[in-house]
């Protein structure tokens, strides 16, 4: 897809700063996603991207600055007050619920638009069993789409690093959000693995999803990303298409490197089969 | 042999008080990463509110008080909970937080003595008599305590796989970061849990005060063999608790038939000690 100049903001960060003691982790940093894109956050190790992630998301406090999801302003807001404006994660490290199956782990997305309290339960038994089938449906079709439903039953401990990563995706796609973000999706898989990844990603995003994406492959980054924002030492170095970034030259030094350029052509979205 | 069943009905008795106590203690680790070493001054607070306060100071009919004192334990739960709890969670080191539930403990302890006093008390007539069952004779209160527990057990097995509070429980127990990304209210859930588990404990001091007199230490035994359940059936693990509690009951009765019954709680502690050497994961624990 291009970059459409007049879509709507879906993101927004102003001014955002994250200070660890005296440790400055992001600088004054701001960047705005549009609609229906995939946008990436790009920078070498220690650079302060999972920092940014987990202030959009609820899960560290700003220092400074402000977050807008569309036109609600989500800085300051607790986690699961950000969760209920549609906004969903995965994790770098997998947060998976080890006693659950796959299928519990994604039907527990949906906790939100749950009604069963104990009184119906014990009351109204046939509501609550109609509630429990019309998740289990929702997972079902979640499960299917991800290509996990012959895993449906596994605890996550008994399968690949892989589909651990996909049921994780697939739960915060049970929460039905308008913007996911995901913390190194390829990071610890295996090529295949990352091919059929990639797929995954592209299919959620035509699903109607907008996407953040955190990610060192650049292989990935290339290819399927819109826009891209490069952060170094906590603040924005460069932003812009994948063919902007690969010609920067504040990029390719603190980043990126010389060699990458000439083993790489330009980006764009396209397969990576 | 009817010896033999009564024995067996006052073990499984004894058995699911414990089990009530493990999974008391197995909720709130699981909710909020703290082991309480108030709890048994929770069962002792619900007992003196019920039997001290509802019943003989107030006069109310005893289905009244124990309702009455259900719905103070789980506001006080909730009240501990935002007060103490949640923020001794947030601590940094474990150790604290522990060190913190055992003051709360001595704090109610000093309290009940202030408010109630400290002079032995027992409620005439409450839960006394006996039901004959053919030639086996088994006590009211016995039976109770097993319907009772029964009924609890069974119901929080439905509260966690069926409802949405129960369903959110069981993921903040799991991993708090991953629930509140999923929309779940990490604090409030823990006060829910801290308020259930509170009144568990007073449906616990409700139920022990037939056998014990309410007095100071009425409690302390059960809470230490309540842990004792919850290490031998599997920490954190709630079939592993009720299991573990019912297994301790029984071999502390069966084994004062062989051993002084004065020794009976080391029988306890022995099989604790034995399980903590040899299965530190508990019976059910490593299941999965």
Known sequence: ?????????????????????????????????????????????????????????????????????????????????????????????????????????????????????????????????????????????????????????????????????????????????????????????????????????????????????????????????????????????????PEQIQEDPLVIEAYLGDRYKKEHGKGGRKCLK | MQVLIQLLITGIAMGFIYALVAIEYTIIWNATGLLNFSHDKFILFGAYMFAGTYVLSLGLPPVIAVLCTIITMFLFGIVSAFVIFNPLSRLSTNLFAVIGTVILGRIITEAVRLIWGPLPFSLDGFLKGSYKIGSVVVSRSHVIIILVCTLITVSLQLFFKFTKTGKAMRCVS??????????????????????????????????????????????????????????????????????????????EIFGSMIIPSVYKDCLSFILLIIFLLIKPSGLLRDRK
């Open chain 1, 1 to 241: 897809m291009e970059n459409n100049k007049e879509s709507k903001t879906i993101l927004e960060l102003k001014n955002v700063t994250k200070r660890f003691a005296g440790l400055v982790a992001v600088k004054d940093l701001s960047l705005k996603m549009k609609e229906r894109t995939i946008h990436s956050l790009i920078g070498p190790n220690g650079a302060g991207k999972s920092t940014v992630i987990n202030m959009i998301t609820g899960l560290l406090p700003l220092t400074d600055g402000e977050i807008y999801h569309r036109d609600t302003k989500i800085s300051g807001m607790k986690a699961y007050q950000i969760a209920q404006t549609r906004c969903s994660r995965t994790f770098q490290n997998l947060k998976l619920y080890r006693s659950m199956t796959v299928k519990e782990n994604i039907m527990t997305g949906m906790m939100m638009d749950m009604h069963q309290g104990f009184l119906p339960f014990m009351f109204d038994f046939k509501k609550a069993r109609q509630e429990d089938k019309a998740m289990n449906e929702k997972a079902d079709l979640i499960l299917k789409f991800i290509g996990l439903q012959e895993l449906s039953n596994e605890y996550p401990a008994n399968m690949p690093y892989g589909k651990q990563k996909l049921t994780e995706l697939a739960r915060s796609l049970m929460l039905e959000p308008s913007l996911l973000f995901l913390d190194e999706p390829a990071a610890g898989l295996n090529p295949s693995e990352r091919v059929e990844f990639v797929d995954i990603i592209m299919k959620v995003f035509e699903s109607g999803i907008d996407i953040f994406l955190i990610e060192h492959n650049m292989d990935v980054i290339m290819n399927i990303s819109d826009d891209i924002t490069v952060i170094n030492f906590g603040s924005k170095i460069a932003e812009g298409t």
């Open chain 2, 174 to 251: 799991e991993n708090k970061t991953a629930a509140s990304l999923m929309g779940v209210n990490v604090s409030i859930n823990i006060a829910l849990t801290v308020g259930i588990s509170a009144v568990i404990c007073a449906i616990i001091g409700i139920l022990v005060v037939p056998i014990f007199n309410v007095e100071l230490q009425m409690s302390s035994m059960i809470g230490l063999k309540g842990f004792a359940s919850g290490v031998i059936g599997g920490f954190g693990h709630l079939p592993g608790a009720i299991l573990g509690g019912i297994l301790l009951g029984v071999v």
